[in-house]
């Protein structure tokens, strides 16, 4: 016998719950956002309607499945099976930040701020969740690309936006770049770091350097696959040089980077808390991967 599905609602801390943890009282917290020209009451009901959110949707889940919940805090220790219906509940990064760590379970989206979120990736109202989930199997699910970097110790790093390679504090990234198929050319570089990003990603960090450069490649759909990448700031000199600085990588095409520093990361997402570590003479790989993301409606 099968087992029933197990709803796994995602969800994050509020922005309330965050000065409450830190100034300890409703009245302390409001000083303290008053000093700073702020007023307690936005911030409060924004908790009070992400809470309302959460207590309809848990509602709304089959009498007969299975349910759980996680902290944004806590997806790198939480163990996704393969029957989970994976409902996020808050905000579109929400979807990015527990994307990484399935592989094929549905993901729906449920905003719980509509108009102050943009609703890419979080489509759905609390209220439609009643009759969303029972038919979640056979609802319609885009399959949005994500992009995987491969380190040459088995590393392996996935993200649904995109991957940042450089140095922990953004600063100057010394490697030498190529392109895998073309003919082994690669170049010493040094930059502020390289960005590869999906479609998904297309309407955020990596769509503010396409904009800035005037690129000719059009940012990719986000079931499209199909990469764009950027070397960010790169530094000519007589060792190093800015030939290769943008770029597109098709489904079977990747992206080189071999490490001449003590220490890169690469990250993906904007979390910088769950990086690739890369030491001197480490080679990294970053192209599109096999997993995709199954994101309800």
């Given amino acids: 016998m099968s087992l029933a ?14 000065l409450l943890a830190r100034h300890g009282t409703h009245g302390q917290a409001a000083f303290f ?52 219906v994976v409902v996020v509940v808050g905000q579109d990064g929400l979807v990015a930040n527990v994307a990484k760590y399935l592989d094929g379970q549905p993901v ?12 890419v990736l979080v489509r759905h109202r609390p209220e439609q969740a009643s009759v969303l989930l029972p038919s979640v199997g056979s609802t319609h699910a885009d399959e949005l690309t994500m992009v995987e970097a491969v380190a040459d110790d088995t590393q392996r790093l996935v993200a649904l936006n995109e991957i940042y390679l450089g140095t ?10 190529g392109l895998e198929d073309d003919g082994g050319a690669v170049e010493a570089q040094a930059s502020s770091g390289v960005l590869v990003g999906t479609g ?10 396409w904009q800035e450069r005037g690129a000719r490649s059009a940012l990719p759909a986000p079931t499209e696959d199909r990469l764009l990448w950027f070397v960010r700031e790169a530094w000519p000199s007589p060792a190093t040089g800015t030939s290769l600085v943008a770029g597109e990588l098709t489904a079977s095409a990747t992206l080189t980077l071999t490490v001449e520093s003590d220490r890169l990361i690469a990250f ?13 003479g480490q080679t990294v790989r970053v192209g599109t991967s096999r997993r995709r993301l199954r994101l309800v409606g």
Avoid: K, M
Avoid at 109 to 114: L, M, N
Avoid at 168 to 177: D, E, F, K
Avoid at 200 to 209: H, I
């Fill in 5 to 18: 599905p197990r709803a796994v609602l995602v969800h994050r801390t509020t922005e309330y719950e965050e």
């Fill in 33 to 84: 956002l008053a000093s700073r020209g702020r007023d307690i009451a936005e911030v409060s009901e924004r908790h009070r309607r992400a809470r309302r959110a959460l207590a309809e949707v848990t509602s709304a889940i089959p009498l007969a499945w299975r349910r759980t919940q996680v902290e944004r805090a806590d997806l790198d220790r939480f163990l996704f099976a393969p029957e989970d």
């Fill in 108 to 119: 729906v989206g449920i905003d719980t701020d509509p108009g102050r979120n943009p609703g």
């Fill in 168 to 177: 922990a504090g953004h600063q100057t990234a010394r490697y030498r770049l």
């Fill in 200 to 209: 998904t990603g297309a309407t955020g960090w990596l769509r503010s350097l």
């Fill in 268 to 280: 993906g997402d904007g979390i910088e808390t769950d990086a690739l570590e890369l030491t001197w």
